[in-house]
């Protein structure tokens, strides 16, 4: 158990709708990542807190937004949602920026 | 443009035997260098990372090393076990002007250990 939670575990939903995503990170931990994997596919980096401040950008899409709020929690926002959406989404939370991260279990997204 | 590759998806090994997963990166500003091992339906986790000023890191079974002349890193896992079958990626880290760093994951290789 990593101590990061996502839920929910899983979503099913239909083309054009709205989902929120949440994740909790470590205790202690300010810095939260959202990462979005696809099919088998690597990583790829969406988005990065530090202590509530967006810090870096990766390959998000402008459908898609994320916060992360006092209590240091984060949700990632995906709307106009289209099929290619459907994927795992992960999120990972560290003490320090480039230290090793550590991951939830997932939210896997499945748009139909 | 994927600056942190993995170029084998898959590799085979007999138990007992070494495995060898390699990983090559482009850009030489990357100062910091982690490996991840991911189950499926779990998210990945941490296993050893090394910093671009040493080039072997050791950690049990598993070793990574550096080579920042060629700009690769592999990670040794001897002996293998069949629990050490995952998909296994590398990431490459290091610091903006802004502040912010970059962390790069590699698209992973997954590492089958035959019984």
């Known amino acids: 158990d990593s101590g990061v939670t996502q839920t929910p575990k899983h979503l099913i939903t239909a083309t054009g709708q709205r989902v929120t995503l949440r994740c909790s990170p470590r205790s202690g931990d300010l810095s939260v990542y959202w990462y979005q994997q696809s099919l088998d596919q690597g990583l790829q980096f969406l988005i990065q807190?530090?202590?509530?401040?967006?810090?870096a950008k990766g390959n998000i899409l402008e459908r898609f937004s994320a916060q992360q709020f006092p209590d240091l929690h984060s949700e990632l926002n995906l709307s106009s949602l289209e099929l290619g959406d459907s994927a795992l989404y992960f999120c990972?939370?560290?003490?320090?920026?480039?230290?090793?991260?550590?991951f939830g279990p997932g939210t896997r997204l499945t748009v139909t | 443009d994927q600056q942190v590759k993995q170029n084998s998806p898959s590799l085979s090994v007999q138990e007992g035997r070494i495995s060898i997963l390699n990983c090559d990166y482009t850009?030489?500003?990357?100062?910091?260098f982690l490996w991840y091992k991911k189950y499926p339906a779990e998210g990945p986790t941490f296993l050893i990372s090394?910093?671009?000023?040493?080039d072997k890191n050791e950690d049990g079974r598993f070793t990574v090393f550096l080579n920042k002349s060629a700009k690769h890193l592999s990670l040794h896992i001897v002996p293998s076990q069949p629990g050490d079958s995952a998909v296994y990626f590398c990431a490459a880290t290091f610091s903006e002007n802004s502040g912010t760093y970059k962390y790069i994951f590699g698209t992973g290789t997954r590492l089958k250990v035959l019984a």
């Open positions: 850009n030489s500003m990357f100062d910091y």
């Open positions: 807190y530090y202590n509530g401040e967006e810090r």
């Open positions: 090394i910093s671009s000023i040493k």
């Open positions: 990972a939370s560290s003490v320090v920026p480039q230290g090793e991260q550590y």
